[in-house]
């Protein structure tokens, strides 16, 4: 089959769902600007995961995380939403069937594409807090903290170590946000799929959890991932040249 004829049938999926929901890797913001961090070029490779993003390093030596969170942050701040974000926004605002989205990433691009309901499995860097009076901070007030020299930030109010509400390695998912991403997967008639390897764990067993429900299944991912054989349409290539011509076809067959 080719890409055109999977981009049909994967709008007569779409057509046909009313639960539909998304979950998204970081193939999707690669596109705007912000590189995979395992990929060639991601920063892992400028940065030693084992080093500058795990949670017990992070209390000895935060100023290595801050450090590379202030690379990240200047990505992020310029990075836009791509047309794949725009597309998924249109799905739910549009055409009310995108019920939620479950995303792997920290950048809040989905938010700034104008989906109301987003579920950060990995945490945001949208907002920090202090480790030592839990004193909540805004993501603006971390980075004037961060443009006066102080690496890492410290809490104004008790001196204690802020850190972003992200997850570091050796951190546990949060649990009420899995929680409510598993029932979202178990309530869809359509799970999306956009821009992830679908090997890291445990968020991959969210997928798996469609597959064990007999969801459908779309994916859009530049590589071949593990869940390809299960999904009902499978297609490779950049998603934000990908979903646009998803939605135009789905236009035209509701119309």
């Known amino acids: 089959m080719n890409q055109e004829d999977k ?39 400028k940065y030693n995961p084992n080093e500058y993003a795990t949670y017990s390093n992070f209390l000895i030596h935060p100023e290595k995380y801050w450090t590379m969170h202030k690379e990240l942050r200047d ?11 725009l597309a998924l926004a249109t799905l739910e605002l549009e055409y009310g069937k995108l019920k939620v989205i479950i995303t792997q990433n920290v950048d809040f691009l989905h938010s700034r594409a104008g989906n109301t ?15 030592s009076c839990d004193k909540r901070f805004h993501f603006t007030e971390v980075e004037a903290f961060l443009d ?16 972003t509400n992200t997850i570091l390695f050796g951190e546990q998912l949060p649990y009420d946000v899995m929680e409510q991403a598993r029932e979202e997967v178990i309530a869809a008639d359509l799970l999306i799929i956009i821009g992830s390897s ?10 798996s959890l469609a597959v064990q429900t007999g969801k459908r299944i779309l994916i859009v991912n530049r590589e071949i991932t593990p869940m390809d054989i299960y999904a009902n349409v499978a297609i490779r290539g950049m998603a934000g040249i990908i979903m646009p011509k998803i939605l135009s076809t789905l236009k035209e067959l509701i119309n």
């Open 7 to 45: 981009i049909k049938q994967a709008a007569e999926l779409i057509k046909k769902s009313n639960y539909i929901v998304a979950f998204t890797g970081a193939g999707i913001s690669v596109e705007s600007g912000i590189p995979d961090f395992r990929s060639p070029g991601g920063l892992w490779e």
């Open 75 to 85: 990505m992020v701040i310029t990075a836009q939403p791509n047309p794949a974000h």
């Open 148 to 163: 006066q020299g102080q690496i890492p930030p410290r809490c104004p109010q008790c001196e204690g170590l802020i850190k």
């Open 117 to 131: 309901k987003v579920l950060e499995i990995h945490g945001t860097t949208q907002t920090s807090r202090c480790l």
């Open 198 to 207: 679908l090997t890291v764990y445990p968020a991959a067993a969210l997928p």
